[in-house]
């Protein structure tokens, strides 16, 4: 039997409000070649008798407990018969009828990722455009923006399930430091969906161990002069902050060996210097921000 060309993803619990408005984004495709899973995590909701009702359009579906969304993710990615696996959220849908027919009728590239943009209230617009490995340094390609060539995650491995929220974040930052990986932007806008998903808060394990490493290597290469622009010092304040890194012994014990630049132990400093609780207040935090810049900007420290 002929396998599909797209496996459609959905992880969902509990997701009887908005998973058959999802599962009619995916029955309105008019691209045929394709398969559609859903992974459901044991709910106690309506949402198997809605999966059964749906058996026209849903071609597999489990339902049985998980460690979590991307436990979920890695179970669809192992039952995916398609060349392409784009996971699509359970209150999320297609942002219209021919997204499927866009992307794959005619030449499709020889890459790995093909990706476009998605809408949202959480982004104020279309987000987000061309990426490189410097600008996912600094935010995520949004994962219903995007389709995986199935090998690459046979290359790669699956989601990270230490990455409580931004495992996706994590897959992409090891896609885009393999010298083999090659992406290619569409321009097509994929998907919408709603406002804080469940990659909304802040994942500390991975900002401690996986993203702020990465970026002190990065300014290690460019030198702390990129942080005049106050577009990279703003970005780098704000990781720095929701990684919660204000204690010291938690700072060493989370980059064993590193050693911040002066720029970046005197933002920690402005940070340690006023209660956590205003620093969560966004119009404080800029303002603050905003002095540690100037003050680090007429010491000679950027």
Known sequence: MKKPLV????????GER??????RSVESQTLADREYIVVDGGSKDATVSILKRHTDTVTRWISEPDKGIYDAMNKGIRMAEGEWLYFLGSDDCFENAAVLADIFSGSVPDVDLLYGDVISPSYRGRYDGEFTRDKLLGRNISHQAAFYRKRIFDRLGE?????????DWDFNLRCFGDPAFR???TGVLVA??????????HD???LRERLIPLKLDRLEQTGTGVLRRIRFYDEWWRFLRNAGL??????????????LPRALRRMLGWQRAVPESLLKNSFFSKGWMFGSYLTNLITGSL
């Open 7 to 14: 496996s459609i993803i959905t992880v969902v619990f509990n």
């Open 18 to 23: 908005t998973l058959e408005a999802t599962i």
């Open 159 to 167: 989601y990270d399930l230490r990455f409580r929220t931004h495992a």
């Open 183 to 185: 992406a290619h932007y």
């Open 192 to 201: 919408s969906f709603g406002a804080d998903g469940a990659s909304a808060g």
């Open 204 to 206: 500390l394990t991975f």
């Open 246 to 259: 204000r204690d010291r012994a938690l700072l060493a014990q989370s980059m064993p060996g590193r050693v």
